[in-house]
């Protein structure tokens, strides 16, 4: 079975500090996709990794993917409280060689940027 | 375009009672999803679909139905409801030709159990 693990559960941060989430597996996955909920909203995709090593950056948001491809992170410079919301990690579910887009996804993060 | 619809927006429903919770895409994808959202446990899957006339089940089936008979809409049927059921229900779909896979969430349905 393959598990995501997000850490930490909960971050409650004031205006302009950083931050790290990170997602982690025992399993190989050959791409990561992270997540933003917004409270009433589905999730919102931001960002898919899929080399062992990668990093992205969108905006103040850094994403990174293990060379082993079992983590995948997530560094926000300078938080805003706009960036309040719960950040999911996902990867896809392999069933018999193929997901068919199937995700499973970590618990999740619950992100609070106080002004 | 609309993307990912979903009715109805919130539903109490007493126990043994049934309900069909509503999802419609306008974006013609062939793949369409239904996870239940609980708090601190992420979303799990309940069912999937790879077109019209062909579902399969997910992590959590247990006490569901789908069907699928047109490629835009994905019924999720609860036929005698339990306080488990209690949950944020969350439709997707997916371009299949599309590499990176991107789930298209609707605003999900809340739906308590009494």
Known sequence: ?115 | NAGVTQTPKFRILKIGQSMTLQCTQDMNHNYMYWYRQDPGMGLKLIYYSVGAGITDKGEVPNGYNVSRSTTEDFPLRLELAAPSQTSVYFCASIDQREVRKTQYFGPGTRLLVL
């Open chain 1, 1 to 115: 079975t393959q598990l995501l693990e997000q850490s930490p559960q909960f971050l409650s941060i004031q205006e302009g500090e950083n931050l790290t989430v990170y997602c982690n597996s025992s399993s190989v996955f050959s791409s990561l996709q992270w997540y933003r909920q917004e409270p009433g909203e589905g999730p919102v995709l931001l960002v898919t990794v899929v080399t062992g090593g990668e990093v992205k950056k969108l905006k103040r948001l850094t994403f990174q993917f293990g060379d082993a491809r079992k983590d995948s992170s997530l560094h926000i410079t300078a938080a805003q409280p706009g960036d309040t919301g719960l950040y999911l990690c996902a990867g896809p579910t392999l069933a018999g060689g193929t997901s068919y887009g199937k995700l499973t996804f970590g618990q999740g993060t619950i992100l609070t940027v106080h002004p």
